[in-house]
């Protein structure tokens, strides 16, 4: 019995050294917030302040102004330089001024299996490292000098297709 009661008289020292394991918990707790504050606090002093972006629409835009885009070919274009065949699915739009539409729409309409040969020759004639460029740089740079000489320029003297879009441009393998 003796030596039961001396070992409980130092178990209750020991527990009376550690102290109670919920208020450590709690002052971890406190501090980890206490962090918290801190760091949303530094963020919020240092980071940028806050803006509005204001967009001011004039009313007094012409309309023959303004920049439309218009349909110029949606096809599948062979080409063989690496010598697989690659078939180029291409949707190529043109961006031009209101006022160049009609002029532009009615030639289209009169040389559209002209174009549609045209662009098939340039994707069919181009390198392949010209067609894989990231911005397709050169391909949009031939297409819209073969445009240039196809739609002319207007009464101004400005070319009438402002630049080529090529909204997809996905290859894939013919040859398994």
């Known amino acids: 019995m003796a030596d039961e009661a001396q070992q409980n008289a130092e178990t209750t020292e020991e527990s009376k050294k550690k102290g109670n394991p919920l208020i450590l918990v709690g002052v971890v707790g406190v501090l980890m917030l206490l ?9 919020t002093m240092t980071g940028p302040k806050h803006s509005e972006a ?6 007094d835009v012409d309309e023959s102004e303004r ?3 218009l349909l110029l070919v949606e096809d599948r274009f062979i080409n063989i330089s690496t ?7 291409a949707t190529i739009h043109l961006k031009l001024k209101n006022k160049n539409l009609e002029k532009v729409q009615a030639e289209l309409e009169k040389r559209q299996a002209e174009i549609s ?10 390198s392949d490292r010209h067609l894989r460029e990231p911005n397709r740089e050169t391909v949009k740079r031939q297409i819209n000098a073969f445009v240039q000489d196809i ?5 101004e003297g400005e070319p009438r297709i402002e630049r ?3 909204s997809r441009w996905l290859p894939s393998p013919l040859d398994f």
């Open 35 to 43: 962090e918290a504050v801190g760091v949303y606090a530094l963020v």
């Open 54 to 59: 204001s967009v001011e629409i004039d009313g």
């Open 67 to 69: 920049i439309v885009e």
């Open 83 to 89: 010598g697989r065949v690659w078939q180029w699915a």
């Open 117 to 126: 040969e045209g662009v098939a020759e340039i994707i069919a004639g181009a």
């Open 151 to 155: 739609f002319g320029t207007d009464a």
């Open 164 to 166: 080529i879009v090529i």
